[in-house]
């Protein structure tokens, strides 16, 4: 296999490592397996639920003791009953400062451990029913949070990661459209995007296009591989449904010259897998594809057959570097 060029650490859904283990598995117990895959070297930590037991220095000598860097924190909000109706947008503003705050405090924590990227997954905040939300309103208090949540620390980056729906039905953040529209509103350098494959399929979107957006318009600061059948969040392992377009993805990614790290939201438990197993898959697919997209990303035929949008000639090119050229 060609060298990678750029190559950044890989890093996994750290609940993913809950399958198999007995009783109420510990923040511990998940990063000891997550470590025991080879070429898994760092870790997102959700806030609060990974804070219960264990404070920001408790956490940092966890990660260190088993190897693994930080990447970053993942707000989540869902566990809370009290932000059902919305975090950033619920009706009452007690709670939407709340939301603020609790926020807040998992960007000091963050701050505190050496790490710089807070992802702001907002599925809670959005409407099941017609007539349920004031929709101007509903954005109007999103944009000021934002730019409330961007500024307590501006050193920090701050990445919004979009879904259409779930568990809400409607996602007041539903599309890349939205997203940018919404960073680009709130006005803050530290605000950008965190691009989740499956995320991406399910808003019927292509993967390297929204890249390219992200990139005109904001800042790519995460990118999540998974694959899915674009009906919902499937978390299924990378390229197994969707290998071209993952591969156009990671060319839109050296092109882009991304090299933050790259996360694999998958959801082994759904399927009883082997947490460990499916990380390593994962992790062989991606350096397989990557290498793949290392051999295209300069290629001139390829290069003049897109000019032309000439789709038989670079699917012909495409194919031979996935699979080799037909006997």
Known sequence: MTDIPNRPRYAARLNAFKVGLPGRP???????????????????????????????????RLLAGHGMALNGLAMRYYTDPGFRLGAFTHPDRAVRQAALDITRRGLDALA???????????????????????????????????????????????????????????????????????????????????????????????????????????????????????????????????????????VELERMGYDGVIYFDTFPDHGGLDPCAEAATNIRMTDRLRAVAARLVDDPDLAAAMARQDATRSLAIVSAALYGRAR
């Open 26 to 60: 510990t923040v511990e117990d998940m990063l000891a397996r997550a470590a025991s895959v080879p070429g898994l070297d760092a870790a997102d930590l959700n806030f609060p639920d990974h804070f219960e037991h264990h404070t920001p220095a408790e956490l940092s």
């Open 112 to 250: 505190s451990m050496g790490g710089s990227l807070m992802t702001l997954w907002m599925g809670q905040d959005g409407v099941d029913y017609s007539f349920q939300g004031d929709y101007g309103r509903m954005w109007d208090d999103t944009i000021e949070a934002l730019a409330a949540v961007a500024d307590h620390n501006p050193a920090l980056s701050i990445a919004i990661e979009y879904k259409p729906n779930e568990p809400r039905a409607f996602a007041l953040m539903p599309d890349v459209g939205a997203t940018l529209l919404a960073v680009g509103e709130a006005g803050r350098t530290n605000l950008g995007v965190t691009l989740d494959f499956a995320h991406v399929l399910y808003a019927d979107e292509i993967p390297a296009q929204s890249a390219r957006l992200v990139a005109r318009h904001s800042k790519l600061m995460g990118v999540h591989l998974n694959d899915g059948y674009g009906k919902r969040d499937d978390g299924l392992m990378v390229g197994s449904v969707h290998p071209v377009q993952t591969v156009e993805l990671l």
